[in-house]
């Protein structure tokens, strides 16, 4: 009969065996000696039960709140670490061509404010192969 005991009955190895350890419960049982014991489980009732509830399910929420919390923390750096090196790989060259850029455009207007003081038209200017913005100043500042 393998029907499955109550839940108030443990079924527990009486026998040092070499194949099971002491106490082991039936379904891992390898030895055909063993005992039914009555064990005697009474939950507290009153308000002793429902701090005793309380204070374990506050338990197994905090436990859960730390390995949920630890796993976000774990994933987020991961993240994080890919978002970091991808903008650094992708936008610092960026960043330096545009710095590069703005010193061209900077000499380039030195260059036109010294010709134009020697007598030359912005049209002349342009027909040289200076660029337009270094040519006009802009209409809103780039100061």
Known sequence: ???SPPSS???ICTVSCSSCPPFM???YHRCAT???MAKEQKQPQGLKGFFTRAGKSFYDGGLFATTTSTWMAKWAGKIGFVIATTSMVVLMPLLFEIGREGQ???SERSQVK???NRGYSDRQLQEMGFSES???SPSVSLK
Request: aromatic share 0%; glycine share 0%; net charge neutral.
């Open 1 to 3: 009969n393998d029907a």
């Open 9 to 11: 009955i443990v079924i």
């Open 25 to 27: 419960p039936k379904k």
């Open 34 to 36: 063993v005992t039914a």
């Open 104 to 106: 061209m455009l900077e």
């Open 114 to 116: 010294d010709m134009r």
């Open 134 to 136: 270094s040519v006009h």
